[in-house]
């Protein structure tokens, strides 16, 4: 069968201060984060592979489980599994990078969750989390940012924008499917 080749826009999205931030609703149940350590990187690596499957990403999707240990025992990289009761409803990874930004790198929720009223109180956890987290000995951070794609779910980009974030680049891009 020969490749189709899919057309997609990439939104890069930012915020300069965690006063602009517009929280989302509480969620309709109580949300829980886990921190990802070396008993959790195996269930993090499922949660990945469960939210990106149905919007076919491919780079967090790609790495192994041992290519995720390594990567969040990193100390500029912080992960955490979010939680409705005993049940894994999503996933936040955060980079710290040069300069006091930090780049919200993978966050969404899985399939069963998806249109139940977590999205924006998630986006605005991670949020929060991306602007306090550092590294010792850093300054305060000065920006947040994240992109999307539009092969993401429909209401993601809608989503960013309705808790402060501002478009800053968009770009057109042919993808293999």
Same mark, same amino acid.
């Given at each position: 069968?020969?490749?189709?080749?899919?057309?997609?826009?990439?939104?890069?999205?930012?915020?300069?201060?965690?006063?602009?931030?517009? #929280?989302?609703?509480? #969620?309709?149940?109580? +949300? %829980? @984060? %886990?921190?990802?350590?070396?008993a959790t990187v195996t269930l993090f690596h499922s949660t990945v592979l469960r939210i990106g499957e149905p919007?076919?990403?491919?780079?967090?999707?790609?790495?192994?489980? *041992?290519?995720?240990?390594?990567?969040?025992?990193? #100390?500029?990289?912080?992960?955490?599994?979010?939680?409705?009761?005993? *049940?894994?409803?999503?996933?936040?990874?955060?980079?710290?990078?040069?300069?006091?930004?930090?780049?919200?790198? +993978?966050?969404?929720?899985? #399939?069963?969750?998806?249109? $139940?009223?977590?999205?924006?109180? @998630?986006?605005?956890?991670?949020?929060?989390?991306?602007?306090?987290?550092?590294?010792?000995?850093?300054?305060?951070?000065?920006r947040v940012w994240l992109h999307t794609s539009s092969l993401d779910h429909?209401?993601?980009?809608?989503?960013?924008?309705?808790?402060?974030?501002?478009?800053?680049?968009? %770009?057109? $891009?042919?993808?293999?499917?």
């Open positions: 069968m020969p490749t189709r080749i899919v057309d997609q826009t990439i939104t890069y999205l930012e915020m300069s201060s965690p006063d602009e931030l517009v #929280p989302g609703r509480p #969620p309709p149940q109580p +949300m %829980e @984060l %886990e921190r990802v350590d070396d919007h076919g990403w491919t780079t967090p999707t790609a790495r192994s489980s *041992e290519q995720w240990s390594e990567r969040l025992a990193r #100390p500029d990289v912080l992960a955490w599994i979010a939680r409705v009761g005993n *049940e894994v409803a999503g996933a936040i990874e955060l980079e710290l990078q040069p300069e006091g930004e930090v780049e919200i790198t +993978m966050f969404g929720l899985v #399939p069963e969750v998806v249109g $139940r009223g977590f999205g924006g109180h @998630l986006l605005t956890v991670a949020t929060r989390l991306a602007w306090d987290a550092r590294l010792p000995g850093d300054r305060p951070n000065r429909p209401h993601a980009l809608a989503n960013y924008k309705r808790r402060g974030y501002r478009v800053f680049r968009s %770009e057109r $891009r042919p993808r293999p499917r």
